[in-house]
Nanobody, 120 residues
């Protein structure tokens, strides 16, 4: 099971730290991806990290603003989101898979999502 937390309402330019906590399985074996879906839009890959944490990737729209990291001892993956913009408003999901990828098709386990709303 994956559980996201840390979302909320924030003003433009603000920051949040999203967390993805795993229970019932060994997080160390899995790559983790963060995705988001805004109303009326397709789910898009935001960032992903390999099982070891040595490889990461980011969508161009969030590069230099978002940072993904993981603490396998705590079974948690984080997404630090800075300099938020209204267009970042979406439900953010984390997912676990065997390969680092920006495609949701490569992930087998999904959380329920956490809402991020950027508005003044």
């Amino acid at each position: 099971q994956l559980v996201e937390s840390g979302g909320g309402l924030v003003q433009p330019g603000g920051s949040l730290r999203l967390s993805c906590a795993a229970s019932g399985f060994t997080l160390d074996y899995y790559a983790i991806g963060w995705f988001r879906q805004a109303p009326g839009k397709e789910r898009e890959g935001v960032s992903s990290i390999s099982s070891s944490g040595r490889s990461t990737n980011y969508a161009d729209s969030v590069k230099d603003r978002f940072t993904i990291s993981r603490d396998n001892a705590k079974k948690t993956v984080y997404l630090q989101v800075n300099s938020l913009k209204p267009e970042d408003t979406a439900v953010y999901y984390c997912a676990a898979g065997f390969f680092i990828s920006s495609s949701p098709d490569e992930y087998d386990y999904w959380g329920q999502g956490t809402q991020v709303t950027v508005s003044s």
